[in-house]
Every structure is written in structure tokens, then in C-alpha cells.
């Protein structure tokens, strides 16, 4: 047994010539096929770069739930404030608030006169909790304030 070198990749043009007496008739290899020894590479890369992935979807969730309780902090403050428009007790307002957004800091401001504005101001710690990317972000401090007429 007799061993030939390979020979080198063709490229689709002609066929590579032969004669009668080589036998059996070794095919050329095409170019762009993968040899033995990278069989895995995709595994192993994909290995590499499937942790990144993960961390940034679960930072881009733990984003979108700070969001989240940042507009449930703009509805506290205005629900507090609608409340504290019509009734004279800040109590009432706090209650609002609360109702909407658990664990809230309210401030009502002092009430005024019939027809002038009055201002409530919601502030609220947002936990970040998702596992990974909870730890790499603080919690953040959300505050909101919303302004409406007294009407009563």
C-alpha cells in the first residue's frame, strides 16, 4: 500500500485529470469544507460567548424592571396628588399613593388655597434583584413629583 499526497482544493473549474492506471481514483477536496481537527470550534465558541448573552438579557430585563417601578412611581405621585386636590387630610393622599406603590416615601406638600396648586412628591427604592446582574447594579433611587389644582 502505497500512500499519495493530497491533493490540493479545486475550486468547481474542470475536473482534475486521470489515468487509467491510478486506481482507486482519489477525489480532490473542496475548498471551504472543515478538516478533522476543528470538528468543534462552533461548540467551543458558542461555549465562550453563551455567558455574555445571558448577562446581557438579564441586564437588559433589570433594566426594563427599574423602568417598570419608575412609572409606578409617576402614577403613586399622581394618584397622591388627584387625591390631595379633592380632600383636605395629606393622610388620604399618602393612602393613594400607597394603594398604587407599596413601600413609598410620599411627601404632600402644604395645602393651599382653593384654585392653587398643590405638590406631592413620591420617592421609592427600586430593588434590583434579578440573580447575576442584581448584584452589579445598586438600587436605585426613583423620585417623582406631580402638581394639580386644588379643587376643594
Excluded: K, N
Amino acid at each position: 500500500m502505497t500512500w499519495r499526497s493530497v491533493p490540493p482544493c479545486r475550486t468547481g473549474g474542470e475536473a482534475p485529470t486521470t489515468s487509467a492506471e491510478d486506481a482507486p481514483r482519489v477525489e480532490a477536496p473542496r475548498c471551504g469544507r472543515r478538516g478533522r481537527g476543528v470538528r468543534g470550534q462552533a461548540t467551543v465558541e458558542f461555549a465562550f460567548v453563551l455567558p455574555l448573552v445571558v448577562l446581557a438579557a438579564l441586564a437588559v430585563i433589570q433594566v426594563g424592571l427599574v423602568v417598570r417601578d419608575q412609572l409606578g412611581v409617576v402614577h403613586a405621585a399622581r394618584e397622591a396628588a388627584r387625591v390631595a386636590s379633592v380632600h383636605r387630610d395629606p393622610a388620604a393622599a399618602a393612602r393613594a399613593a400607597h394603594r398604587t406603590l407599596p413601600g413609598a416615601s410620599v411627601h404632600v406638600g402644604s395645602r393651599p388655597a382653593i384654585g392653587d396648586d398643590i405638590s406631592v412628591t413620591v420617592d421609592y427604592t427600586s430593588v434590583t434583584s434579578l440573580p447575576l446582574v442584581g448584584a452589579l447594579f445598586p438600587d436605585p433611587e426613583l423620585h417623582a413629583t406631580a402638581t394639580m389644582r386644588v379643587e376643594r
